[in-house]
């Protein structure tokens, strides 16, 4: 993890330099962030400008941090074009993701790489999922597909509840798109993972139940 390839480069100069623009630049900022209403009027350029925003300094480290970790084990063992494909494609899916669960509410809005890195972070695990995770916080390593797991659970929990000013169902779709565009790329791994495979769904099974019986 952490060793930079240059699309990863490109990819994080592009995140920084746009949204220091959108810090100081309230009329940039709200021209290219995702809102509903301006999308459904036609403005689909917000659906991928606004990946390239983020709300604050904080915002913006964390989603870049997590791409630094992970974004060269995809780019090693797919490729830059591939790695660009996963990318932008769980970019785009995760707001598509958003603009259907918020499709009736006129004046939501989001901004956030947050959907691409999630993408990114389970492409990383499915193609090396022997992979582990060290936090601070916690003193031994976590498998990777835990985490996955975890955090795709979690986002759920505040779909459901509304939890915080976060675009969980952004970070959701992303993830869908990650794991959805890795198995088209790397269709060997139904081969070789075919149980991480299964695990890494179930969570997204669980969100379109949910769904279906009305209770998200």
């Known amino acids: 993890m952490g060793n930079l390839?240059?699309?990863t480069v490109i990819i994080i100069a592009?995140?920084?330099i746009i949204s220091y623009k959108g810090f100081g630049d309230y009329s940039f900022f709200d021209r290219y962030k995702f809102q509903v209403g301006a999308i459904q009027r036609g403005e689909q350029i917000r659906m991928l400008s606004s990946g390239f925003l983020h709300?604050?300094?904080q915002h913006l480290l964390f989603n870049m941090l997590t791409l630094y970790f992970f974004a060269d084990v995809v780019v090693d063992i797919l490729g830059p074009i591939q790695f660009s494909l996963i990318y932008f494609g769980s970019l785009l899916i995760g707001n598509l993701l958003s603009l259907y669960f918020h499709k009736n509410e006129y004046h939501y809005s989001a901004v956030g790489a947050s959907g691409a890195v999630t993408g990114i972070l389970y492409a990383a695990i499915l193609l090396q999922p022997g992979?582990?995770?060290m936090f601070f916080f916690i003193p031994i390593p976590i498998p990777a597909y835990v985490f996955g797991i975890g955090y795709l659970?979690?986002?759920i929990y505040g779909m459901k509840n509304k939890i915080g000013n976060i675009g969980h169902d952004a970070?959701?779709?992303g993830a869908i798109g990650g794991y959805i565009i890795t198995l088209f790329l790397a269709p060997w791994l139904f081969e070789t993972s075919l149980l991480m495979i299964g695990l890494?769904?179930?969570p997204i099974i669980l969100l379109f139940v949910l769904k279906k019986m009305g209770k998200i």
């Open 5 to 7: 390839d240059l699309i």
């Open 14 to 16: 592009a995140n920084v």
């Open 55 to 57: 709300a604050d300094t």
């Open 131 to 133: 992979m582990s995770l």
């Open 153 to 155: 659970l979690y986002s």
């Open 171 to 173: 970070h959701f779709g």
């Open 200 to 202: 890494l769904a179930l």
